[in-house]
């Protein structure tokens, strides 16, 4: 009973990461790769976020790679925007994170917005448009990450505050995941990340981060 209760819960909560009608992508669909949008950060004692360039340019490096390897593993035709594509359509594709927040507060998180319906109703209208336009797909994936590392100082001050009964926390892994329909601007599947641990700077650890981030990834269609 237990097992069955897990599987009908994870059915729910996959049927909830899916637009509505939407089941999955045709067998031919090109779908573009956006690039990453990933950032790393050190939590100092006072709990300041300090981006980190190093710790950055790691994490794009290995989620790049397991981002590719797991589309090839989804039998996907994966298309990557060139390097001028990336910089002229740059303001276009920084709408992905609002939306992608919209959605995991009002969708995902507790302040659910009545007139959804707890349906994955969401759409970008027409301004993704010139994506498809310059690409010629269709539909495309877009992904954001944050990630944060308690310092060696804050690690010190979480055990002295711990053994005086105060907790604190250290670094979060927040990540957004969408798959949207270009021509439509509809939002077909999405899904969220927020968890206390992992470690985007490993390559093995980047790996089950792209792959937790993709679980649930819409099937592909005969």
Do not use: C
Not at 76 to 83: A, Y
Not at 100 to 124: C, M, N, Q, V, Y
Not at 172 to 180: H, K, M, R, T
């Amino acid at each position: 009973m237990v097992v069955l209760a897990a599987a009908l819960a994870a059915q729910a909560q996959d049927k909830r990461n899916l637009a509505p009608g939407f089941t999955g992508l045709p067998a031919d669909a090109q779908v573009v790769i956006t690039p990453l949008d990933v950032e790393l950060f050190s939590i100092s004692a006072g709990g300041v976020m300090e981006p980190k360039a190093d710790w950055t340019a790691s994490a794009q490096r290995h989620m790049k790679e397991a981002l590719h390897q797991r589309t090839l593993s989804l039998g996907r035709r994966g298309l990557e925007l060139s390097t001028d594509q990336a910089d002229s359509l740059a303001e276009l594709l920084s709408l992905h994170a609002a939306v992608a927040r919209s959605i995991a507060i009002h969708h995902a998180g507790f302040l659910k917005l009545p007139t959804k319906e707890d349906r994955l109703d969401w759409s970008f209208g027409d301004a993704l448009q010139p994506l498809q336009q310059a690409t010629a797909a269709r539909y495309a994936l877009f992904t954001w990450v944050r990630d944060s590392y308690a310092s060696p100082e804050r690690v010190a001050m979480m055990i002295g505050l711990a053994m005086l009964g105060v907790g604190v926390s250290g670094g979060f892994q927040v990540g957004y995941a969408s798959l949207v329909d270009l021509q439509t601007g509809q939002v077909l599947w999405f899904n969220q990340l927020q968890r206390g641990f992992g470690d985007l700077r490993d390559a093995a650890k980047a790996t089950e981060s792209v792959g937790a981030l993709l679980a649930g990834f819409p099937a592909r269609q005969p």
